[in-house]
């Protein structure tokens, strides 16, 4: 079946970097792209960006424009978001979702939640 | 960028009464690419519509989304024990792809 399966919670300190990891399954990855989406505590879905696991072309907000860095490695069919100069604002829970074209975010990851905190 | 406005906040209702959901935009989302989601707590949200009305693989008759341009509506005719939760608009016509702020539909 198709899963997004993320990588394991993190706790990290202001300034510092984060690389969450999405693996896929059971559908053709390069056919779809990736986009992330996170959720402070108690608050609603912020989207991320998205990347496409074909080309590698990507697509950033505003608000993360200069630190956030989105790939993918074909040969294991997984993405990567990479957070930079981490803030306590940026504690969150991170999706990967799968973006079908013309389509909204079809199948979700479980999560990673981030914490920053000094 | 558009901003989507949801209301009510919360929703008070009894299992088997109809829920009705409205999601605003500042600006016509393009070509009707206006999506909904159902998030339970601790959960990763879930697809509920695309395309305005197109239900998702496996979500019941009972949700079904309309309207058009600017005027967005989820509605899910009886409420189920499972349906409480909280649900969120989203377009994804224009970037960046902006979320409502969501309705958290309560057991009254």
């Known amino acids: 079946q198709v899963q997004l399966v993320q990588s394991g919670a993190e706790v990290k300190k202001p300034g510092a970097s984060v690389k969450v990891s999405c693996k896929a399954s059971?559908?053709?990855?390069?056919?779809?792209?990736i986009s992330w989406v996170r959720q402070a505590p108690g608050q609603g879905l912020e989207w991320m960006g998205w990347i496409s696991a074909y080309n590698g072309n990507t697509i950033y907000t505003q608000k993360v424009q200069g630190r956030v860095t989105m790939t993918t490695d074909t040969s294991t069919t997984t993405a990567y978001m990479e957070l930079r100069s981490l803030r306590c604002d940026d504690t969150a829970v991170y999706y990967c979702?799968?973006?079908?074209?013309?389509?909204?975010?079809?199948?979700w990851g479980q999560g990673t939640t981030v914490t920053v905190s000094s | 960028e558009i901003v989507l406005t949801q209301s009510p906040g919360t929703l008070s209702l009894s299992p088997g009464e109809r829920a009705t959901l409205s999601c605003r935009a500042t600006q016509s989302v393009r070509s009707s690419y206006l999506a909904w989601y159902q998030q339970k707590p601790g959960q990763a949200p879930r697809l509920l519509i695309y395309g305005v009305s197109n239900r998702a693989t496996g979500i019941p008759d009972r949700f079904s989304g309309s309207g058009s341009g600017t005027d967005f509506t989820l509605t899910i005719s009886r409420l189920e024990p499972e349906d409480f939760a909280a649900y969120y608009c989203q377009q994804y016509g224009s970037s960046p792809w902006t979320f409502g702020q969501g309705t958290k539909v309560e057991i009254k």
């Open positions: 059971g559908y053709t990855f390069t056919n779809y792209g």
């Open positions: 979702a799968r973006v079908p074209s013309y389509l909204p975010l079809d199948v």
